[in-house]
């Protein structure tokens, strides 16, 4: 008689021993057409950026702050990894401006550039999609 909540995307599918990821649920546009690249084993992958644009800023008493009647907002840009079998065709389709739901494993990695300097990188690695709207 009763039903249990399905999750939104794929965040229960996974395995037990896969669920202690950090994960990130993104919603944007895509900036540009989608790319694809291919490993050093010869495996294809997709990479696309995504607009995710930041809340606006309040004060204290929750106000947005505002010299303008709309408050301006910021953008944040990510680029999204998609290594998911036979994605490229499907991905390469999608259109700049395209409004997407995306579900993705943060990983991040630590490296020393030339200079010496220390550098931590995150890195966005899709698990799933959905389209929200097309193109504008």
């Known amino acids: 008689m009763y039903r249990l909540?399905?999750?939104t995307l794929n965040a229960l599918k996974a395995p037990v021993g896969q669920r202690n990821f950090?994960?990130?649920t993104l919603l944007g546009r895509l900036g540009s057409a989608p790319s694809v690249h291919e490993t050093q084993d010869g495996?294809?992958?997709v990479t696309y950026n995504l607009a995710v644009p930041k809340p606006p800023k309040r004060d204290a008493d929750g106000k947005c702050f505002a010299d303008p009647p709309v408050?301006?907002?910021d953008t944040n840009w990510f680029t999204?990894?998609?290594f998911i079998p036979n994605s490229v065709e499907y991905l390469t389709a999608l259109q700049?401006?395209?409004q997407l739901l995306v579900?993705?494993?943060l990983e991040s990695r630590s490296s020393t550039d030339e200079a010496g300097n220390y550098q931590k990188d995150l890195f966005l690695r899709e698990l799933s999609h959905k389209i929200v709207s097309k193109k504008k």
Request: proline share 14%.
């Open 5 to 7: 909540a399905r999750p």
């Open 22 to 24: 950090a994960k990130a």
């Open 103 to 105: 579900e993705a494993n």
């Open 43 to 45: 495996r294809k992958f």
């Open 96 to 98: 700049p401006g395209t």
């Open 71 to 73: 408050p301006v907002r």
């Open 80 to 82: 999204v990894f998609n």
